[in-house]
Structure formats: C-alpha cells, structure tokens
C-alpha cells in the first residue's frame, strides 16, 4: 500500500489548511484511514481517525472542534480540514492506513511520507 500526503505549508494562526492523502495498492474501502503528527523534538501523536465508509470519525482532544477528516472512496483519498490553527499545531502530518475495522486504536500498518504544517504566531 502506498500513501501520498500532501498540502502542507505555512499558514497564519488562526488560518487554515487541507490535507490529503491519496492511497493506491489496495482496495481503499477496506482501509480504516488516520492522521497523526510530530512535531520537532516530540513523539508521533494521533489526530484523527475514519472508518471504511466515512460514517464514523475519531479525535485527539487537541483537535476536536478544529479538523475533520474526511474521504472520498471514489478517488482513493483521505482529506483533514484543519481550521483556525495554533502555532501548536505546527508539525509534520502523516496520513497512516490499517486493516481492520476499529478506528480508536493506534496501530496502523502503512505509514505515508509525511507533510509539513508550519503555522506562525
């Protein structure tokens, strides 16, 4: 499974970015589909989570109330809609794809390259 991310960049606090992540290798609609970040000097933290059909979602406290993941099966494509944002926010974006069904868990079995968010004060 390959992963793809992409739309990072540098923004302002308080503006906004998406995210997206497009997958190929396997059939997309068996991928739960997840975001994680790290920033510098931190460990890899989760951010968000979405089943096969996009009906139910999962958040990182931090973010809740601020991103959205979504996805579109039909393009293969994972998205996070990142709103108003925090210098805190500033980190390297991973989209991460796994097998099973479960959406609150944190091991994931395919990791993409990462994208960087650089959000200034």
């Known amino acids: 499974v390959q992963l793809q991310a992409s739309g990072g960049g540098l923004v302002q606090a308080g503006g906004s970015l998406r995210l997206s992540c497009g997958v190929s290798?396997?059939?997309?609609?068996?991928?739960?589909m997840g975001w994680f970040r790290q920033a510098p000097g931190k460990e890899r933290e989760f951010v968000a989570a979405?089943?096969?059909?996009?009906?139910?979602?999962y958040y990182a406290d931090s973010v809740k109330g601020r991103f959205t993941i979504s996805r579109d099966n039909a393009k293969n494509t994972v998205y996070l809609q990142m709103n108003s944002l925090k210098p805190e926010d500033t980190a390297v974006y991973y989209c991460?794809?796994?097998?099973?069904?479960?959406?609150?868990?944190?091991?994931?079995?395919?990791w993409g390259q990462g994208t960087l968010v650089t959000v200034s004060s």
């Open positions: 991460a794809a796994r097998t099973g069904s479960s959406i609150e868990t944190y091991a994931y079995d395919y």
């Open positions: 290798g396997r059939t997309f609609t068996t991928l739960v």
């Open positions: 979405i089943s096969w059909s996009g009906g139910t979602t």
